[in-house]
């Protein structure tokens, strides 16, 4: 699943350990793309003395382009993250902002900020509007403690595989059926975890966590479906109905009948 974070403006004016580690990590998290103008390298040039480590690690990552938004074109926050920035400042918060809103690609964005600005804000949804249109995206403030690493650690598919069983026997006593997911292993969960994550990155839903979610199963010739029941945790089990799978995964994959 492909991810795009913007870098607030005071961070590259001026928060070279934010930046840094920002970018370290976006240097080898594949499907993360910094949303970026060319004229950054000026601000960098004149303000960092890391300017050249920043400068090396931009070249690593990939990046989005954005340039200036429409000058009839306002944006509004919530929270207001425009508080306490000056007017060009302010302005390029603006672009960003206008940007993100405009390009559908990827589905799920990122706002990073270095500090709170003083209106108390918090790591939270943040909703960027330009009057006819919005977009909610997961905001970062990196002064209360989280990192781009740490949300990337937080926010990812987890399985949790106690409702199903691995075998073909679906009979479990009294009368219950359970589903089979014939990938899972309970002593060894790594193909049944490669196929979670491969179904989330499959995954285009705006939403986050996306549910349900679904995959091809090479080794057992199966579509598989995931499905959430709680903070970032799945439990899978084998389709028995091709129906069921989305036209797109079954395109992908080229598996059209069961």
């Not at 961070?11 to 970018?23: H, T, V």
């Not at 998290?29 to 400068?55: M, T």
């Not at 006593?173 to 969960?189: H, L, M, Q, V």
Request: proline letters at 5%; glycine letters at 6%; aromatic letters at 10%.
């Amino acid at each position: 699943m492909d991810w795009q974070v913007a870098i607030d403006i005071k961070a590259w004016e001026s928060d070279s350990s934010m930046l840094i580690d920002s970018l370290s990590f976006a240097k080898h998290r594949i499907g993360l793309r910094v949303l970026f103008a060319d004229h950054i390298y000026h601000v960098i040039s004149s303000n960092h003395l890391n300017s050249w480590l920043i400068c090396n690690l931009l070249g690593n990552v990939q990046k989005d382009f954005y340039s200036k938004r429409p000058e009839d074109v306002c944006m509004a926050f919530s929270p207001n993250i425009s508080v306490g920035l000056n007017p060009n400042e302010e302005d390029e918060t603006e672009d960003v902002a206008y940007s993100m809103l405009q390009l559908a690609e990827p589905p799920h964005k990122i706002y990073e900020i270095a500090v709170a600005r003083p209106n108390g804000t918090t790591d939270t949804n943040l909703t960027i509007t330009d009057g006819s249109s919005s977009k909610n995206v997961n905001l970062i403030i990196t002064s209360n403690g989280i990192s781009l690493e740490q949300f990337f650690a937080h926010n990812h598919p987890k399985l949790q595989q106690a409702k199903h069983i691995s075998q073909q026997t679906r009979y479990i006593g009294g009368g219950k059926i359970a589903s089979t997911f014939k990938a899972w292993n309970p002593n060894d969960e790594s193909y049944a975890i490669e196929l979670l994550d491969k179904a989330f990155g499959d995954s285009g839903s705006p939403n986050l966590p996306p549910t349900p979610i679904y995959t091809w199963d090479s080794r057992n010739e199966n579509y598989v479906k995931f499905m959430h029941s709680g903070n970032w945790e799945y439990h899978g089990y084998d389709l028995e109905d091709f129906n069921e799978v989305p036209h797109e995964i079954k395109e992908r994959y080229n598996h059209w009948k069961k």
